[in-house]
C-alpha cells in the first residue's frame, strides 16, 4: 500500500515570486509520481509525471518536479508563479510494477497555492 | 476530440436513496476509474473498470457498485445512501498499458440530504 503527504494545506504567495510544494510518500514498492492541478469547479489535470529515467521533470506551464527516492520525496517547484496558477495541487503515487501507471492513484490531501497580486 | 464526459453534474438525494452516476471515457480509452473526493480532500479511488469487468477496488462498501459496458462507458451505483456519501465523484479514463496518461472528467457533485 501506498500513502502521500503534502506538508502544507495552503501556500499563499506573490506574483513572480517562487513556489515549492512539498509532497512525500510512502510506499513498499516502487512508484510512479504524478502532480494534478485541480482548478475550481473543474476537474482533475496531469500536470506532469515521473516514470523513469531523469529524475527532474517538466511540465509546459513552467512547473517542475525532482524524484528523489532516498528522500522518498517529489515536490513541486516554479520559479516564477503567476494569477493564473492560484489552484489546488495534488500529488498521487501509483504502484510501478506491471505497468502500474494505468492502475489506481492514491493521493494526497492537496495543497490550495493562492497567487496574490 | 472530447475528454471524459460525466452526467449528471449537480444532483441532490435523500439518504437511503439510490443514485446512479454516468461516464464516458476519451475516445480510444478501455479503462475507467471512479474516484470519491470530499470536500477539502484528495479522491480517493474507489474501482478500476477494464473489458467490462472490475479489476481493482478501493476501500469502500459493497453499496457502491459499477458496470462497464462493450463501449467503454461506465455507470458507478451507489445504495442506500449516507450523508457522508456527498462529494465530488470524479471518473477518469486511460488506455491500458504502461506510461498512459490518466484523464479526468469535470465530475457529478452529489449531495445527500
Known amino acids: 500500500a501506498q500513502s502521500v503527504t503534502q506538508l502544507d494545506s495552503q501556500v499563499p504567495v506573490f506574483e513572480e515570486a517562487p513556489v515549492e510544494l512539498r509532497c512525500n510518500y510512502s510506499?513498499?514498492?516502487?512508484?510512479?509520481l504524478f502532480w494534478y492541478v485541480q482548478y475550481p469547479n473543474q476537474g482533475l489535470q496531469l500536470l506532469l509525471k515521473?516514470?523513469?529515467?531523469?529524475?527532474l521533470v517538466e511540465s509546459i506551464n513552467g512547473f517542475e518536479a525532482e524524484f528523489n527516492k532516498s528522500q522518498t520525496s517529489f515536490h513541486l517547484r516554479k520559479p516564477s508563479v503567476h494569477i493564473s496558477d492560484t489552484a489546488e495541487y495534488f500529488c498521487a503515487v501509483s504502484d510501478a510494477r506491471g505497468g502500474g501507471s494505468n492502475y489506481k492513484l492514491t493521493f494526497g490531501k492537496g495543497t490550495l497555492l493562492t497567487v496574490n497580486p | 476530440d472530447a475528454g471524459v464526459t460525466q452526467s449528471p453534474t449537480h444532483l441532490i438525494k435523500t439518504r437511503g436513496q439510490q443514485v446512479t452516476l454516468r461516464c464516458s471515457p476519451k475516445?480510444?480509452?478501455?479503462?475507467v476509474s471512479w474516484y470519491q473526493q470530499a470536500l477539502g480532500q484528495g479522491p480517493q479511488f474507489i474501482f478500476q473498470y477494464y473489458e467490462e469487468e472490475e479489476r481493482q477496488r478501493g476501500n469502500f462498501p459493497d453499496r457502491f457498485s459499477g458496470h462497464q459496458f462493450p463501449n467503454y462507458s461506465s455507470e458507478l451505483n451507489v445504495n442506500a445512501l449516507l450523508l457522508g456519501d456527498s462529494a465530488l465523484y470524479l471518473c477518469?479514463?486511460?488506455?491500458?498499458?504502461?506510461?498512459?496518461?490518466?484523464?479526468f472528467g469535470e465530475g457529478s457533485w452529489l449531495t445527500v440530504v
Open positions: 515521473y516514470l523513469s529515467g531523469s529524475t
Open positions: 477518469a479514463s486511460s488506455l491500458g498499458g504502461s506510461g498512459n496518461t490518466i484523464y
Open positions: 510506499s513498499s514498492v516502487s512508484v510512479y
Open positions: 475516445s480510444g480509452h478501455d479503462t
